[in-house]
């Protein structure tokens, strides 16, 4: 099992221009993720999907959109790129059932993303 | 408004040594967990706390949740260059989203041989 994949591993992006940061799971987890990182901030989660067909805003979305294609497969839309998207971006997956089970968040490597 | 804070922020020790991190709410967490990150990967879960007062052991790492369920804490003994990383606490919240964590900013680990 791969676990969680993301694509790309790296990114360097113009202001404005638009990309689609990928995301799946093997695992047959309902729920997935979106986090960014960045230094003294910590993780923050960008967008949400607790099962297949529906998303939610978490902390942080503005700037951002997502798409659960399937039950494997979610992805992040960044339309026009700014400065301020320059972070490491993390999908994350977790088994939906027993309350304390649905909170172990499973994390793919990570996106390097830089916006000049 | 940050809901977890860990301490110390930043901690650089020697091979061998001993350590405590913390993370601390004015929240009550349903559960919470522990996760280590090294440099360029993503973040690892090591354990899920779940009861009040809960201790549990992974080898040399012992990891507690208080007795309120408001904070917790990560016991390092003997300390090796391998359990060099961040280290990130993430609760639970009650009433939240199923599957949403809190997470807090990090406690990064450097042990040096």
């Known amino acids: 099992n791969a676990g969680v994949t993301q694509t790309p591993k790296f990114q360097v992006l113009k202001t404005g221009q638009s990309m689609t940061l990928q995301c799946a799971q093997d695992?047959?987890?309902?729920?997935m993720y979106w986090y960014r990182q960045d230094p003294g901030m910590g993780l923050r989660l960008i967008y949400y999907?607790?099962?297949?067909?529906?998303?939610d805003k978490g902390e942080v979305p503005n700037g951002y959109n997502v798409s659960r294609l399937n039950k494997r497969e979610f992805s992040l839309r960044l339309e026009s790129a700014a400065p301020s998207q320059t972070s490491v971006y993390f999908c994350?997956?977790?088994?939906?059932?027993?309350?304390?089970?649905?909170?172990?968040?499973?994390f793919g490597p990570g996106t390097r993303l830089t916006v000049t | 408004t940050q809901l977890l804070e860990q301490s110390p922020q930043f901690l650089s020790i020697q091979e061998g040594e001993n350590l405590t991190v913390y993370c601390n709410s004015s929240?009550?967490?349903?559960?919470l967990q522990w996760y280590r990150q090294e440099p360029g990967e993503g973040p690892v879960l090591l354990v899920t706390?779940?009861?009040?007062?809960e201790v549990k052991k992974l080898k040399r790492l012992t990891f507690q949740f208080g007795d309120a369920r408001k904070d917790s804490s990560l016991h390092i003994t003997a300390a090796q260059p391998g359990d060099t990383g961040l280290y990130l606490c993430?609760?639970?919240?009650?009433?939240?989203?199923?599957?949403?964590?809190?997470f807090g900013k990090g406690t990064k680990l450097s042990v040096k041989p």
């Open positions: 999907s607790a099962s297949e067909g529906t998303t």
């Open positions: 929240s009550v967490f349903s559960s």
């Open positions: 706390v779940v009861t009040g007062g």
């Open positions: 994350a997956s977790s088994q939906q059932g027993a309350a304390v089970f649905s909170y172990e968040q499973y």
């Open positions: 695992m047959n987890h309902n729920s």
């Open positions: 993430a609760g639970a919240r009650y009433g939240g989203s199923q599957g949403n964590l809190i």
